[in-house]
Nanobody, 119 residues
Framework: VQLQASGGGLAQPGESLGLSCAVS????????IGWYRQAPGKQRELVAT???????NYADSVKGRFTISRDNAKNTVYLQMNSLQSEDTGVYFC??????????????WGQGTLVTVSS
């Protein structure tokens, strides 16, 4: 299972950016899909995820500004980022986990896409 992220780039504070991540490989099921980010000199952290059994989950720092969504038909997850702040700068990674085939788990990461928020 491979993940291909796109989007990101440079934005000024207060502006918006969108990310997308397409999952290929036709997994049997995706139970968890979402976005993480890693700022310079910091550990990777959760941004937003969708868990099939429990719904969406956001980091407190992005609640009300970021929206995660999923298109099951396209096996794609999106992250709409509004009211961007300099603290949102980092490399954003998509992640998906589930079963490639029944009983065969997978946990895959995308290549990362850079988001820079600066005036």
């Amino acid at each position: 299972v491979q993940l291909q992220a796109s989007g990101g780039g440079l934005a000024q504070p207060g502006e918006s950016l969108g990310l997308s991540c397409a999952v290929s490989g036709s997994p049997f099921s995706i139970n968890h899909i979402g976005w993480y980010r890693q700022a310079p000199g910091k550990q990777r952290e959760l941004v937003a995820t969708i868990v099939t059994s429990s719904g969406t989950n956001y980091a407190d720092s992005v609640k009300g500004r970021f929206t995660i969504s999923r298109d099951n038909a396209k096996n794609t997850v999106y992250l709409q980022m509004n009211s961007l702040q300099s603290e949102d700068t980092g490399v954003y990674f998509c992640n998906a986990a589930g079963q490639y085939n029944p009983g065969v788990p997978f946990n895959s990461w995308g290549q990362g896409t850079l988001v820079t928020v600066s005036s």
